[in-house]
């Protein structure tokens, strides 16, 4: 009898070992392949946890992805997207701008700001100084910073000293803090028996994206260092396709 009882023991571990690792279906033997957890119901839903903002911002170190219904202060779903809190179809004016410009001829001969003419295509909270080529930041917060540069390398493609790796760079322009950066990209060619030539593609594209917390006067500018490349390039949408786009955006408080 000892003997039994311990095989069914064994049994019912088995089974709710295996259990644990399947796939769930309620309403359906046959969740989909995809689908970890299937509910299927044709008069009822699916009820997810209800609190209220204490609650919500009460949660310690919530997960990416998390869900909750608010039920008061602007009630709505929220999930956390690994950031701050957000509210699912929400439609905001986020503080910060979006601007477009080029330049003709080249432009950034050396390290330094890129000032070009920029044309804002959205502004709301803060200050675009378009001459300085700087954003002043309205109101603190978290904010995305992005820019994408479709350039012509004019000069240094072909002869980039060792070890220099060109970038650019959106920085605060009064510390020199760097919130994201990109390298231009640099091959190495090796030239028998032991020379090498850095070089990059003579026209291509440069994205920089990055998030970081910034401060109501923060000055924010895009910045190249050319790391004693030599290397100068244009932003020159005349005759064809390159230009600048950048913006800081806000994404929570």
Known sequence: MKHLFVFYLLDVFLLLASAAYAQVGIGTTTPHPS?????????????????????????????????????????GFYYFDGIAWAKVGAIKNPAGFSAVGNSTPAFVPS????????????????????????????????????????????????????????????????TSQVYAKTKFPVTDIVIPPSSKLRSIPSASTLHIEGTAFLNAGDSIELYYDQSASGMSFSVNSVDGPPFAHWSVLKIAD
Do not use: C, H
């Not at 044709?42 to 992805?65: D, N």
């Not at 502004?123 to 992005?146: C, H, M």
């Open 35 to 75: 689908a970890q957890l299937e509910i299927v119901a044709t008069q009822k839903g699916l009820l997810i946890p209800r609190m209220g903002l204490t609650e919500r911002t009460g949660i310690a170190t919530p997960a990416t992805g998390l869900m909750i219904y608010q039920t008061d202060n602007d009630p």
């Open 111 to 174: 390290t330094g700001r890129i000032q070009i003419p920029w044309t804002q295509i959205y502004t709301s909270v803060g200050f675009l100084d378009i001459p300085a080529s700087r954003f002043t930041v309205g109101e603190n917060g978290f904010y995305k910073l992005s820019a994408d540069i479709t350039y012509d390398a004019e000069s240094g493609t072909g002869n980039l000293p060792p070890n220099s790796n060109p970038y650019i760079a959106i920085r605060n322009a009064s």
